[in-house]
């Protein structure tokens, strides 16, 4: 009778336990999101972390496991603090991924303090070929920016930072590439995603008019998500809030798949490998013309 007392009460606390770990709440893992949030680039920013959060929502609304917070730190577009906050993000051991830096002139500094800090990254904006382990470069490398724009501009090469050697693929700052573009624009015939900002259109104005640029941009988005970000802003999404979307459906399912950041980092082989896209700036008044074959 002992016997069958203690069993029944063994089972009892069994189920009193299983009860418990049934009511604990679901895992919670964060992605985190470095951009520029304040500054000249602020609206560049802002329209990545729109669609950042619209991807986040809806995973989160239809019960998406593990559910996941956004942590979005700002680099005023400025490289040294970019790669600052890698360190303020490797402290959390709930970030499992990170997306950004936002600008190619950030991300290539910030991209090996991520990789040291042993933070996998989808890079959002073009990066030089690099020997990162922990870095993909989802928005391309520098190599393929230069190999896509060589129709149109076959002697510019990659540059980040004034003096300029010569002719010039823009990555760096937009303020840069607007008084560039004022003051020599055959020294600047092209650029990477910069060209897309409202800061550089901005202070450009028409000068801007006739820069061949490129960007990664994903073939296989919902027709849906164009309109869902257009109610969330008011505006149609640019390009990098396309990028920005499909990297954060990327990140998802990377997370979901994974507890711990080195099972994110061994998911990145099956990564996809969006195409580039050129476009011809209009200046001003229109904001680009997307091109196919070169003239």
């Known amino acids: 009778m002992r016997v069958i007392v203690r069993i029944i009460w063994l089972l009892i606390a069994v189920g009193a336990l299983v009860g418990c770990a049934d009511l604990r709440p679901p895992r919670v893992v964060k992605i985190g999101l470095i951009a520029p949030f304040e500054g000249p680039s602020r609206p560049y920013g802002y329209a990545i972390l729109h669609a950042v959060k619209l991807r986040l929502q809806t995973w989160n609304a239809d019960g998406g496991q593990p559910q996941v917070e956004l942590v979005a730190l700002n680099d005023d577009g400025d490289p040294e603090l970019a790669a600052a906050l890698a360190a303020q993000l490797a402290l959390d051991p709930d970030v ?12 290539r500094r910030a991209a090996p303090a991520l990789a040291a800090e042993g933070l996998p990254v989808l890079s959002l904006a073009p990066l030089p070929e690099t020997p990162w382990l922990w870095v993909e470069p989802l928005a391309g490398t520098t190599a393929d920016l ?3 724009l060589a129709p149109w501009v076959s002697n510019a090469t990659p540059a980040w930072e004034l003096p300029l050697a010569g002719p010039t693929i823009w990555l760096g700052d937009p303020l840069t590439l607007a008084e560039l573009r004022r003051t020599d624009p055959e020294r600047v015939p092209a650029a990477g995603p910069v060209a897309a ?12 008019a006739g820069l061949v640029w490129a960007t990664v941009l994903p073939d296989d988005l919902p027709p849906d998500v164009a309109a869902a970000y257009e109610e969330r802003t008011g505006v149609p999404p640019p390009p990098q809030a396309v990028l920005a979307y499909a990297a954060t459906d990327q990140a998802l399912r990377l997370v979901a798949q ?5 099972q994110v980092l061994a998911g990145f082989g099956d990564l996809p490998r969006w195409p580039y896209h050129v476009f011809i700036h209009q200046g001003r008044l229109c904001c ?4 196919s074959t070169p003239p």
Request: proline residues 3%; glycine residues 6%.
């Open 146 to 148: 230069t190999a896509t």
């Open 258 to 262: 994974s507890q711990t950041r080195s």
């Open 197 to 208: 900002e409202e800061a550089a259109i901005a202070w450009a104005g028409e000068a801007l």
């Open 96 to 107: 499992l991924i990170v997306l950004g830096p936002a600008q190619s002139h950030t991300a």
């Open 288 to 291: 680009t013309q997307r091109v």
